[in-house]
C-alpha cells in the first residue's frame, strides 16, 4: 500500500511539471544533464518516484558524462531503496562496492544504513555504518550517524565501542543529546560503574524515559543507600515498571531487615515476574520471617535445586519450614541436600546435625552412620553433645542392627551405657542372621555381644543360640555345651528359651542314641512346657520320648507318649499311629496291631507311612496269624501301589517264600527272580538266590540254577568268608568312631572285591559317611552318587539327601536338582519329602526352570503341619514368577502372605515387591507408605530398602516433585556402600532427575533494552 501511495504521489507531480504531450518528453530527453539534476532534487525531496523518471531518462541518454552516470544510477538505487523495490538493498550496496570511488558513495551508505536501522536491523546496519568514511560525510548527518553506530553496538552488546559513539555526542546539545546520555548512563550502568551512571543519568534528569529512574533506584539499592532507593522508588513510581520498583522497595527494606514491610512489597510483584535466585531467596525468607510459611515454601522451592550459596540456604530454610509445619519428610529431604553443600560450613552443620535428628525420629536407616559421622566431621560443634546422646538412644531404638554394629565397631573406647548397647545390637543382629540362616555370621555376633556382658539374660540367651547354631551344624557335643552354660546362668530361668533348651539338649543326645539322656531332657521339656504354649514343640518332644522308650524298650512309656499325639490328632499322627501298631506287634497283640495300623489310611490317605503300615500288616498275617492268603493281599497291594518302595523287595520275596511253602515253586522262582534282578547286592537278593537254590536243587533241576545265575551279572556274589571277614573288620572300626581306620580297611575290600563285593553298597555308603563328617565333601559326594545308582536300598533316602544338600550349597543347582526329584520320590519320611519337594523348588528357580518351579511351590501350599518357612519360601518364588509372567493379582496374594508371616530378608523382598505392585498401578501416595513401611519393619536388609527409596524417587519423578527425587538419591549415594549396581543406579537416575528438570525450567529470553 505504501509504495503504492508513493507511485501515485509520484505520478500527480510528474503529470504538473511544465510540459506535456510527445514534445516535452522528447525535449527532457534531449536535455540530459538537466534530467539528471532534476532527478536529484526530486530524490532530496523525497519525490522518489518521480526522481527516477528523469534519471531513468538520463540514464537512457547516449553521450553521458561517466561521473554522472555512475552518480544518478546510486539516486535511481536509493529511490528504489526507498520505495521498498525487490532486492534494492542488495543492489544499491553492491552498486557502491563495484564503484568505490564515487563521491556520493558515503551518502548511499547512509542512506542505506538508515533502511536497515528504521527495520531494527542493527547488526546489518551497523556493519555499512562502520564502512562509512566519517571526516566526508556532511555536518548534518556526523550526529545522527555516531548515535545510530552506538545504539547498533548496544544491541549488539559491543558496549565499549558503543560507549566511544554516544560519547562523541553526549556533550553537543543537539537532537540526540537526551538519548546518548541515556544509552552512554545505560552501558555504565550494564558495567555496574554506577557512578559514570548517576553521573550521565542526572545530566538528562526528568527528560530521559521513566525506565531510567527505576535505574536510578535499583543504581541506590546496589550501592547499599537503601533509603535513597525507597526514597527515589516512591518518588518515581510509575504503572508501567511498577513490578520492578516494587522489587526495589522489597529488596530494600529486606536489607534494612523490616521483612513486614519487605513481604508487603513482594506481594506486588507479579508472580510470573522473572526474578533471579537472590531476590526469590529474598522474597523466601521474607515470607518465612512474617510467618507466612506456604508462601515461603513457593519461593524457596525454586532455588532449592540449585548447587549455590543460596540454594544450600534456601534448602536449610526449607528444612526449618518444614519442621515447624510437623513435615518431617519433607524436612530431611531438605537437610538432606543442605548438608551435602559446601558453600557454608555453619549452614552444612546445623543442617547434617538436623538431618541425623530426623532421621532417628522417623526411624530412617541411616541416622545411625549420619549421626556418627556428624560427631566425627564436626567434634568442635555446640552440637556433639546432643548427638551423642541421641546416638546412644537411636542404637536401643533402631532395628537396623547391621548397620548398628558396623558403627559401633569403630568405637575404640567403650563407657558402660556403650557397653550395654553394644551387648544388645551384637546380641539382636545375631539372632536377625539366625532367623535368615546364616549361622556362620550369626555365632560371630553372638560372641561379640558375650564380649560385655552387662545382661545376664542376654549373655545366657547368647548361649542358647550358640547352642542352636552348633546344633544345627550338627556339632551336637558343642550344642550340648552351650546348652548348658545357657541352664547353668540363673538368669535362664526368666528366658523364653528355657524350656526349648531341655529339648534340644534331648534331640543332640537322641541323635548320638544316647536314649536315656536323651529321655531324661525330654521329660524335662514336658515339665517346662504345654501343648498351649508351643504346639509343634511340644508334638514332636511327645514323639521323640515315644522314639526313646521304644529304643530301651520301655513299650508302655512309649505307648502313652505316642498316644498323646495321635489323640490330639497333632501334626505327625500318622507316626504315632504306626509306631503304636509296631508296640502292639512286639507285645504280640497282631489283631490290635493290624487294626491300628489299619488307620493310618483311614485318617491319614496321604501318609508316607501307608507303605509300611501296608508292609507291616501282610507281615503280621503272614509270621503272627499264620494267614499266609491274607498276607499275600497285602504284599500285592503294596507292590501295586508302591512300585518302587523300600519293601517291594521284600514283599516279593516274602511272596515267593509263600508260594514255595504252598508248593508252588514256579510261581516262588517268579518273585525270587524280581529280587535279584532288581535289587542285587541286597540282603533281600542274597535270600532269594538262597531260595532259588533250594528250589532248584530239591526239584532236581541244579543245572537250570547254574544255567539261570550265568545270566546275571555279578552273580557269583555269594558271600565268602573273606569278604565277610574284611567287612566286619572294617565296621567294628567304623562303630568305634575310628574312621581313619575303617577307611583304611574299606579301601583293602574295595581293592579285593572291586566288582563282586557283596557289601560294596555299604562299604560306599560307610566311607562316605567318614567323608562327610570331616566336611570332606567331593569324596562323600563321589561314594553317596554310588549308593545313589544302586537300586532302592536302605541308604537311598540318606545318600540322595546328602548329595542334593551338598551340590546346593555349593551353587551348583544343575547338580542337586535330580537328587532332590529322586529325593521327593522315595522318601520314607515325611521331613524328607518335604526337603526333597522344596529343594526342587529352589533349583529349579535358580535355573530358570520357571513352570517347574512354580508345580513345585504349589505342590507344596497344600501339605499338611508343614513348616511355616516353607511354606513362605514357596509363596515368595510364587509372587515372583506370578510377578515376571504380569500376573500381578496373584503376585499380590503370594507376597501378602510372606508380609504376614516373615520378619526375615524373605519378608522384605515380598514387601519390595508390593511396592512394585502399587507402583504399576500408579497407587503412588499407598506405595510411598508401603516404602517407609519397608524401611521401618526391615530396616537391616539394607538392599532391599535401598530398592525400596530407588522407587520412592521414581514416585516423586512421576509427581515431577525433581527436589525430593533429589534429595532421595543423594541421600543414598550419601550413606550406601552396600551393591555396587545398586549405587550405580542412583547414579544414573540422578543424571536423569537433572535432565527431566533441565527439561522443565524455562528457557531464559533476551529482552532488548528500551
Known amino acids: 500500500m505504501r509504495n503504492f501511495i508513493t507511485f501515485f504521489i509520484a505520478i500527480l507531480l510528474f503529470l504538473s511539471l511544465p510540459f506535456s504531450g510527445k514534445a516535452q518528453k522528447t525535449q527532457v530527453y534531449e536535455q540530459s544533464e538537466e534530467s539528471y539534476y532534476t532527478g536529484v532534487q526530486l530524490h532530496e525531496k523525497k519525490l522518489y518516484g518521480s526522481s527516477n523518471e528523469y534519471l531513468n531518462a538520463y540514464l537512457d541518454g547516449s553521450d553521458n558524462d561517466p561521473l554522472l552516470q555512475e552518480q544518478a544510477e546510486i539516486y535511481r538505487l536509493m529511490n528504489h531503496l526507498q520505495l521498498e523495490h525487490y532486492k534494492a538493498d542488495y543492489n544499491l550496496e553492491k552498486f557502491v562496492k563495484d564503484h568505490p570511488e564515487n563521491s556520493i558513495n558515503n551518502l548511499a551508505l547512509f542512506t542505506l544504513a538508515n533502511y536497515h536501522f528504521d527495520r531494527r536491523k542493527f547488526k546489518r546496519a551497523g556493519r555499512i555504518y562502520e564502512d562509512i568514511d566519517l571526516s566526508n560525510l556532511p555536518s548534518e548527518y556526523w550526529e545522527e550517524t555516531h548515535f545510530k553506530m552506538g545504539y547498533c553496538y548496544l544491541q549488539r552488546k559491543e558496549y565499549k565501542e558503543a560507549e566511544v559513539h554516544f560519547s562523541n555526542i553526549r556533550n553537543r546539545h543537539g537532537e540526540y543529546y537526551v538519548e546518548a546520555n541515556y544509552y552512554y548512563g545505560y552501558i555504565c550502568y550494564f558495567q555496574k560503574d554506577y557512578e559514570c551512571a548517576l553521573s550521565s543519568f542526572e545530566r538528562i534528569s526528568g527528560k530521559g524515559p521513566k525506565i531510567m529512574d527505576l535505574y536510578i533506584a535499583q543504581i ?13 522508588s516512591e518518588k518515581h513510581f510509575s504503572d508501567k515498571y511498577a513490578d520492578e520498583f516494587n522489587l526495589v522497595l522489597g529488596k530494600s527494606y529486606f536489607q534494612q531487615d523490616n521483612f513486614d514491610d519487605a513481604t508487603k512489597y513482594f506481594a506486588k510483584v507479579d508472580k510470573n515476574f522473572r526474578l533471579n535466585d537472590e531476590e526469590i531467596y529474598q522474597f523466601g525468607f521474607s515470607n518465612f520471617n512474617a510467618n507466612e510459611y506456604s508462601e515461603a515454601v513457593r519461593w524457596f522451592v525454586q532455588i532449592s535445586g540449585a548447587n549455590s550459596p543460596l540454594g544450600q540456604l534456601a534448602n536449610y530454610q526449607l528444612g526449618q519450614i518444614f519442621i515447624k509445619l510437623d513435615d518431617k519428610d519433607q524436612a530431611l529431604a531438605a537437610f538432606t541436600v543442605a548438608k ?4 557454608h560450613e555453619e549452614i552444612a552443620e546445623v543442617s547434617h546435625f538436623n538431618y541425623a535428628k530426623l532421621a532417628f525420629e522417623l526411624g530412617r ?13 564436626h567434634s568442635d560443634s555446640k552440637f556433639v553433645n546432643p548427638a551423642r546422646g541421641m546416638l546412644a538412644q537411636m542404637f536401643l531404638n533402631t532395628n537396623n542392627y547391621s548397620q548398628a554394629v558396623r558403627v559401633l565397631d569403630e568405637i575404640e573406647v567403650f563407657d558402660s551405657p556403650t557397653k550395654k548397647v553394644y551387648q ?7 539372632e536377625q542372621l539366625y532367623a535368615d540362616r546364616n549361622y556362620s555370621d550369626a555365632s ?15 549373655q545366657a540367651q547368647a548361649y542358647f543360640w550358640l547352642g542352636e547354631i552348633d546344633f544345627q551344624t550338627r556339632s551336637y557335643n558343642d550344642a550340648i555345651g552351650h546348652f548348658n552354660r545357657f541352664l547353668n546362668n540363673g538368669a535362664s530361668k526368666r528366658s523364653k528359651y528355657r524350656a526349648v533348651a531341655y529339648y534340644n539338649i534331648g534331640y543332640a543326645y537322641y541323635l548320638q542314641k544316647q536314649y536315656t539322656t536323651a529321655t531324661n531332657y525330654f521329660s524335662k521339656f514336658e515339665r517346662e512346657s504345654s501343648y498351649a504354649v508351643d504346639p509343634e514343640r511340644y508334638t514332636d518332644n511327645s514323639l521323640r520320648l515315644g522314639d526313646c522308650n521304644f529304643l530301651r524298650t520301655n513299650y508302655s512309656k512309649a505307648l502313652t507318649a505316642y498316644r498323646s499325639v495321635s489323640d490330639k490328632n497333632a501334626r505327625r499322627s500318622d507316626y504315632a499311629i504306626y509306631q503304636q501298631g509296631i508296640i502292639y506287634g512286639l507285645q504280640r497283640k497282631p489283631d490290635k496291631k493290624i487294626e491300628t495300623l489299619r488307620l493310618i489310611n483311614e485318617k491319614y490317605a496321604k501318609s508316607i507311612y501307608n507303605d509300611d503300615a501296608v508292609f507291616e500288616i501282610g507281615n503280621t498275617y503272614l509270621q503272627d496269624k499264620g494267614d499266609p492268603d491274607k498276607a499275600l493281599e497285602y504284599f500285592n497291594q503294596l507292590i501295586s501301589l508302591y512300585d518302587s518302595g ?9 511272596m515267593g517264600l509263600i508260594y514255595y511253602q504252598k508248593g508252588m515253586d514256579d510261581r516262588a522262582l517268579d518273585f525270587c527272580k524280581e529280587v535279584v534282578e532288581k535289587y542285587p547286592r541286597t540282603s533281600s537278593s542274597q535270600e532269594a538266590m538262597s531260595l532259588m537254590e533250594t528250589i532248584y536243587v530239591k526239584s532236581g533241576r541244579g543245572a537250570d540254577y547254574l544255567d539261570y545265575i550265568a545270566t546275571i551279572p555279578n552273580s557269583d556274589i555269594r558271600i565268602t568268608y573273606q569278604d565277610s571277614l574284611l567287612y566286619e573288620s572294617a565296621m567294628r572300626s567304623y562303630r568305634r568312631g575310628d574312621c581313619k581306620a575303617a577307611n583304611k580297611t574299606f579301601d583293602d575290600y574295595m581293592e579285593r572285591f572291586s566288582e563282586n563285593g557283596f557289601f560294596l553298597l555299604h562299604v560306599n555308603y560307610y566311607k562316605a559317611e567318614c567323608a562327610w563328617s570331616v566336611r570332606g565333601y567331593n569324596v562323600a559326594q563321589k561314594h553317596y552318587a554310588y549308593v545313589a545308582s544302586q537300586p532302592r536300598n536302605e541308604f537311598s533316602e540318606d545318600a540322595n539327601l546328602k548329595l542334593a544338600e551338598s551340590f546346593y550349597f555349593e551353587g551348583r543347582y544343575d547338580r542337586a536338582l535330580p537328587y532332590y526329584s529322586q529325593l521327593e520320590r522315595i522318601a520314607n519320611s515325611k521331613d524328607n519329602y518335604v526337603i526333597g519337594l522344596v529343594g526342587q523348588m529352589r533349583c529349579n528357580y535358580r535355573i530358570g526352570n520357571k513352570e ?5 511351590a504349589v505342590d507344596i501350599l497344600p501339605i499338611e503341619n508343614i513348616d511355616k518357612d516353607h511354606l513362605i519360601e514357596a509363596n515368595l518364588i510364587l509372587g515372583k514368577i506370578h510377578w515376571e509372567d504380569g500376573n500381578t493379582l496373584s503376585a499380590e496374594f503370594s507376597f501378602d502372605y510372606v508380609r504376614k508371616e516373615s520378619k526375615t530378608e524373605k519378608g522384605a523382598e515380598a514387601q519390595y515387591y508390593k511396592c512394585r505392585i502399587l507402583f504399576q498401578k500408579r497407587k503412588f501416595d499407598e506405595c510411598e507408605e508401603a516404602i517407609f513401611a519397608l524401611n521401618d519393619d526391615f530396616a537391616s536388609y539394607e538392599y532391599w530398602v535401598v530398592k525400596g527409596f530407588i522407587l520412592l524417587s521414581g514416585i516423586y519423578l512421576e509427581k515431577k516433585d525433581y527436589f525430593n527425587a533429589r534429595a ?12 555396587q549396581a545398586l549405587i550405580d543406579e542412583c547414579k544414573e537416575r540422578l543424571k536423569t532427575i537433572d535432565q527431566l528438570e533441565k527439561q522443565n525450567r524455562e528457557p531464559e529470553e533476551e529482552g532488548s533494552e528500551e
Open 220 to 232: 541506590y539499592y546496589a550501592q547499599e543507600a537503601y533509603d535513597n532507593a525507597i526514597n527515589h
Open 340 to 343: 551435602g553443600m559446601d558453600h
Open 365 to 377: 536407616q541411616d541416622a545411625i552412620i549420619s549421626m556418627q559421622k556428624f560427631i566425627d566431621e
Open 424 to 430: 544388645k545390637i551384637t546380641y539382636l543382629r545375631g
Open 444 to 458: 560371630a555376633f553372638f560372641k561379640k555381644s558375650l564380649r560385655f556382658t552387662d545382661d545376664e539374660l542376654l
Open 646 to 654: 523300600i519293601y517291594t523287595a521284600e514283599a516279593n520275596l516274602k
Open 852 to 856: 517347574a518351579a512354580k508345580k513345585n
Open 968 to 979: 532421595t538419591i543423594k541421600s543414598i549415594l550419601d550413606f550406601y556402600e552396600g551393591d
